[in-house]
């Protein structure tokens, strides 16, 4: 079984996500509601996957994701949020977070997403992509290393698959 632990403070998200998640067969959903119940289900038990919404009461996911990976540097943290995440990007990026998954996603975007994590692959939306494009194009002529070494780093991976759907591209290996 893949233990995987869901952060997230929506009773009726936890639950549908649990059940998409488990259908699989080979996948269990422990829950925590609150960040202070996810540090203690950390502390206790091993996880190959966290899925942690960006906004969990008053605690900011990310702050939440820097806290694991102080305790677990390995972990595998994906951002699960029903706001767009885009503005949040490079946050995340830094705080070492591997990929992100809206909750509006299908189920079929949901599983891809754990598993691709879990074989230590990306999954972003493709209006992220873009955005990231532009910036490194834009970023190109101008002095801002930062951009410059994300064009070169996504220039860089071995390829990119746009999904079926055309909605999201995996990008080889995983870059967190």
Known sequence: MIPILLVDDHPSVMEGTRMILEQEGDIKVSLANSADKAMEMINAQAYDVMLIDLHIGDVNGIDLAKQVLKMKPDAIILIYTGFEFNNHFNLMIEAGICGFILKTSNSEQLVTAVRCALRGEV????????QLRKSAL?????????HATLAIRIRSM???????????IRILPRAC
């Open 138 to 146: 834009h970023a190109s002529g101008t002095k801002d290393g930062q």
């Open 123 to 130: 999954v972003l939306p493709m209006s992220l992509v873009k």
């Open 158 to 168: 071995k390829y990119l698959e746009r999904s079926p759907e055309g909605e999201a």
